[in-house]
């Protein structure tokens, strides 16, 4: 298959790939009381909507960001405007009576595509959120930790999440969501030698200290909300779990990674990877976060040198290419190779210096090289086979969605194509997880209405 830079342009070659994944995800798309999404797709897959068929990591909700992004380089097609008016009317009517609160499983995740679909039609879920609101934050309907539905402290899952999509929708009910759940957040925290730390629940033993999951999420959160609201408390927490996350990770090499999970024995994974979830192009938005907040340094280390440190393991560490089973055998948003690509393109069009904004754009084109050659394209379109080597046959079915298919990695190589023929000032569509990463200036707050 021919490398993207061999295309007729500089960007074809992203562009009709994304076009024909994107073309693959709306033949997967069916109705049955507004659109659902079959996660994966093989013989055996899902002929039913599943619980979860609305949300953000894996439904129809994932699918907002996507037509965002192909609205600010092309007109949507009737079907594509049918769709996301489906999506909002469904997503619009189910918030009402929705009870999981988070931003990848429930109604922070609502939030986010309604605002980027229908900017103004996302009070609804604001607002049921309010409705939900608890002194010690929402209580999930997540089957994290058996027993409990305790509130949850991470940004997929849990009050993290709610709080940066509070932050970035604003409206009525931002601040009153924002100010409680840092403060639930506050108390909930654990107190070590370096400063402070959070695992997923309030019982969880084990963490998974990076992005997603942990404290480098749970401070970022902090650190964003403080800004917003003038809270130094904030800031000065999510300082506290920087010295954490600090003393947990390595400097070595000019670069910055903490481990994936600790204790390393809780979870069968490479002690160290290089994801959004659970790597350093995730962690860099905390370091983003903290500038965004007006913290300069840390434990006598600059915000912005941290930030770049985590981009230098990530171009050090050789990624994308699968040097071994286990090492990144992943091409999605999540775990993946078009999430940290995403990343790559922040922090390139957050970069006041050249040089280093053209290496960061180099690494992000080779991302979407490998998506490229690692495509299966046939006359159905284009997706990505992603691989487990803890099971036989490793070879896992194509995924459709926002976090781990081929929506997410459509809507990255439509930003890298848009990216390329426009230049370092292409408008960033962006999300209550990332916003903060990119200069205001190119921030497109709510996308472009497509309903």
Known sequence: MNNASDASGPYDGYRDLAEAAWSWVLDRIRDDDGPWLPETVSEDADTTPSEDRDCLYSGIAGLAPVLAEIARYREPTDRERSLATGIVTRLSSAARDRTEPSLYEGLAGDVTALRLLAPGSESVALRRLAELTTPDGWRTTVDFEAGSDAPLNDIVMGTAGVVLTAVWAGGEFAESIATTGCEALLR?????????????????????????????????????????????????????????????????????????????????????TYTWCHGPAGTSHLFAALAHAGVTEVSGLGAGELRQRCLTSILTSGVPQRLRPGFWDNDGRCCGTAGVGDVLLDAAQDSGDTDTAETLVRAARGMGDALVDRAVRDEAGARWRFLEHRQEPPLLPPGTAWMQGAAGIAAYLFRLARFIETGPGAVVVDRPDQWWAVPQRLRATGGTAVA
């Open 188 to 272: 909930t925290a654990d107190r070590t030698e370096a400063g402070l730390d959070w695992g997923i629940g309030t019982t969880t033993e084990w963490r998974a200290p990076n992005y997603s999951h942990g404290t480098a999420g749970v401070a970022s959160a902090l650190a964003v909300a403080g800004a917003a609201l003038g809270r130094k408390d904030f800031v000065e927490a999510a300082v506290q779990g920087v010295r954490h996350v600090l003393s947990t990770g390595l400097l070595d090499n000019g670069g910055f990674v903490v481990p994936h999970t600790v204790p390393p024995s809780k979870r069968e994974v490479e002690p160290v």
